[in-house]
Every structure is written in structure tokens, then in C-alpha cells.
């Protein structure tokens, strides 16, 4: 399967824990992007890469979340002291620049 | 601030209606559009994009789009809806470059029935 991964597709924490989703994008896009959707909205967008930096991350809802790419290639979303309010899906999706992007399955988190 | 509105919340309709799904945007500058599909259980798919030139785009599964520039809509249409065709639909927009990230509206679900 070459299309993007997310792992894991479910993540069931409680309230205060910290979590952590993986993203392993298409080979060789350079463009990584994380969205999050909550039931009956469309994704919204939280920050995304070019190759390893960071070029927008001012959508992050919170000083809890960050993320990184450290080498270009995979990405990591990390929430900390988890809220009930951060149950949603989160979606990853790589492009090569100027092109439209591939979604992944999206990680279900549900924050009891 | 960019944004996409998308009228209609749910649409059912019976197998063979015509589908029509409203889109409009707004956005400081010149965008490119696109329709992405979720089927239940699937993750989001790309149904059709207009980047520039004709205006009316075509994209997989006999679906439609117009750009209309005045009225800044890019509605979605299919002339004979299935009932697999039954998903949420999400309309979505960025900057003409590209380098941008997708602005989503809120998504209509469509039911069709046999």
C-alpha cells in the first residue's frame, strides 16, 4: 500500500493523559499536513511540513499540541493533558508542493 | 478570513435524482477548488479540482463541477445519483499556488435511497 498511513486508526485515553499519532506519508512528498474533524464539521487545519520544518503552526488549538517531522519523512501529533473537547478525528495528508494533497485514514481519538 | 460555506447539511435523494451541492467561498485572491468524497468507513478521496481554464470540471464517478467566478460558488452535480453514491461531500479551497492548506467547509451527507 503506498498511499499515507496513520497509526493507531483508534485511541481510547483517559482525561490528562498524553498521546501521540503517527503520520507516514506518500514516499517522497515533501508536504505533510494535520487536520483534525469533529463530528459534523469539515477537517480543520492544524499545521503542516515542508520536508522538516515547521511552516505553519499557529492553528495548533492549544500550547497541548505540537507536532513534528524530524527527519522529512514521518510525523508525530502530540496532545498532552488530554481534554474531553480533543475527541475528534485526526487526519494526515501529504502533497508535493502545488498539488493536491492525499488524505490518510484518520487516528479516532476518544477522550473519556 | 478564508472560508467555505456549504448550504445544504443532508440531501436525500431516491436513485436516479439529479444531485446538485452547493459550494461558496470566500478567499482574498485566486483559488484553486476542489470536492473531496468520504464514503462510510473511507477516508477522504478526491472527486474533482479546478485549478484554471474551463471552467466546468469533471471528475470521477459521472460528478460535475461549475466555477463561477461572479458569484464565487463551485457547485457539484450528477445527473443520476446511485445508491452508492450515498457518502459526506466536502468542498474545499486554497490559494492559486497551491502552497497553501485546504480551507473545508462543513460537509453535506447525502442519503440516496433505493
Known amino acids: 500500500d503506498t498511499g499515507v498511513s496513520q497509526n493507531p486508526r483508534h485511541k481510547i485515553t483517559k482525561r490528562g493523559q498524553n498521546v501521540t499519532f503517527r503520520c507516514d506519508p506518500i514516499?517522497?512528498?515533501?508536504?505533510l499536513y494535520w487536520y483534525r474533524q469533529t463530528l459534523g464539521q469539515g477537517p480543520e487545519f492544524l499545521t503542516y511540513?515542508?520536508?522538516?520544518?515547521?511552516?505553519?503552526k499557529s492553528r495548533l488549538l492549544s500550547d497541548r499540541f505540537s507536532a513534528e517531522r524530524p527527519k522529512g519523512s514521518f510525523s508525530t501529533l502530540e496532545i498532552q493533558r488530554t481534554e474531553q473537547g480533543d475527541s475528534a478525528m485526526y487526519l494526515c495528508a501529504s502533497s508535493r508542493p502545488g498539488q493536491t494533497g492525499f488524505f490518510g485514514p484518520g487516528t479516532r481519538l476518544t477522550v473519556l | 478570513a478564508q472560508s467555505v460555506s456549504q448550504h445544504n447539511h443532508h440531501v436525500i435523494l431516491s436513485e436516479a435524482a439529479s444531485l446538485e451541492l452547493g459550494c461558496n467561498y470566500s478567499?482574498?485572491?485566486?483559488?484553486?477548488l476542489f470536492w473531496y468524497v468520504q464514503y462510510p468507513g473511507q477516508h477522504l478521496q478526491l472527486l474533482l479540482k479546478y485549478f484554471s481554464g474551463d471552467p466546468l470540471v469533471k471528475g470521477i464517478k459521472g460528478f460535475e463541477a461549475e466555477f463561477i467566478k461572479s458569484k464565487f460558488s463551485f457547485n457539484l452535480r450528477k445527473p443520476s445519483v446511485q445508491w452508492s453514491d450515498t457518502a459526506e461531500y466536502f468542498c474545499a479551497v486554497n490559494a492559486l499556488s497551491g502552497n497553501t492548506p485546504l480551507v473545508f467547509g462543513k460537509g453535506t451527507r447525502l442519503s440516496v435511497i433505493a
Open positions: 511540513f515542508q520536508n522538516e520544518a515547521q511552516l505553519e
Open positions: 478567499y482574498g485572491g485566486t483559488v484553486n
Open positions: 514516499s517522497e512528498h515533501n508536504r
